[in-house]
């Protein structure tokens, strides 16, 4: 089972930026398409980005395109999130997630099934 750790999360100024970083402990990691989540205090858990295990191609929620940019590094077993442009709606806890050589939309589709992080807080204040 591969372990998600997530850091990078804090409180920023609206219009500023973060960069989250998730570690996995896992062998393989080039073969696990990864994702972030977003959970906002009272609302449902919501899709973010992910990045395909196969060939990085990489997906947005509306809400984020052109303001966020995932991104991996296989040799170091990262994920990476990078948020520009930041506003209120954007305050959540972040999660990581892994699926072992899922497709995004199986992992947005299934997300009981995916491997989860323990979360990192971001805050924007307007």
């Known amino acids: 089972q591969v372990r998600l750790v997530e850091s990078g999360g804090g409180l920023v100024q609206a219009g500023g930026s973060l960069r989250l970083s998730c570690a996995a402990s896992t062998l393989g990691f080039g073969s696990y398409a990864m994702a972030w989540f977003r959970q906002a205090p009272g609302k449902e858990r919501e899709y973010v980005a992910a990045?395909?295990?196969?060939?990085?191609?990489?997906y947005y929620a509306d809400s984020v395109k052109g303001r966020f940019t995932i991104s991996r590094d296989d040799t170091l077993a990262t994920v990476a999130l990078q948020m520009d442009s930041l506003n209120a709606e954007d305050t959540a806890v972040y999660f990581c997630?892994?699926?072992?050589?899922?497709?995004?939309?199986?992992?947005?589709?299934?997300?009981?099934?995916?491997?989860w992080g323990q979360g990192t807080q971001v805050t924007v204040s307007s």
């Open positions: 997630a892994a699926r072992f050589r899922a497709t995004v939309a199986s992992m947005v589709r299934d997300p009981d099934l995916n491997a």
């Open positions: 990045i395909s295990w196969k060939g990085g191609a990489t």
